[in-house]
């Protein structure tokens, strides 16, 4: 019986995260996000030192390699320093990353043009599909390239109601559960 509750309370937990994560990103996301990176920046910090202490034990126990783990566990303290202490930078990188990714469906955009080509000579019907698909993956990369702001912006209100409407969905499903 107790751990049935506590899978119950441990679900109950997640589901109030989820709302409260997606209100957080919609009323303050800069805020939140940057939360979000100090606290993986913590876990990092934790994986790196749990990491080095495991390649000295190797070191000291086995002839085994342990430089790969005690250099694993360097770069970990490294990325979760960052995130720590330059959690505002690291925010701010995300619309040179919105930008990145805005190139990348361009190019993916341009290479679904190429498959349309392919398609279109081996004769294939409904190949003009591709065509749309591509035509429309060019047009969002660029939108998204040259407006990385107003897309980072957008893609956090999308998270934050997407986190809302699934807690909700997950509260009613639990409540639910216990009806029918």
Known sequence: MGKKILAYLTLLFFIFFEVYAGVRLL???VDFTSSVIVFFGIFMLVVGVVSIIRALQIKNKTNLPYRLSLFGGIFDLIIGAVCVFL??????????MVMIYGIIMVISGIHKFRNYLA?????LRRSWLVVVSAILTIILGVIV????????ATAWTYAGIFLIVEGVAD??????????
């Open 87 to 96: 959690s505002d930078k690291v925010v701010s990188l995300f619309p040179v």
């Open 27 to 29: 009323t303050n996301p």
């Open 145 to 152: 390239f040259l407006n990385p702001f107003t897309a980072t």
């Open 119 to 123: 398609l279109r000579d081996a004769g």
């Open 171 to 180: 509260l009613f499903t639990f409540i639910f559960s216990f009806f029918f």
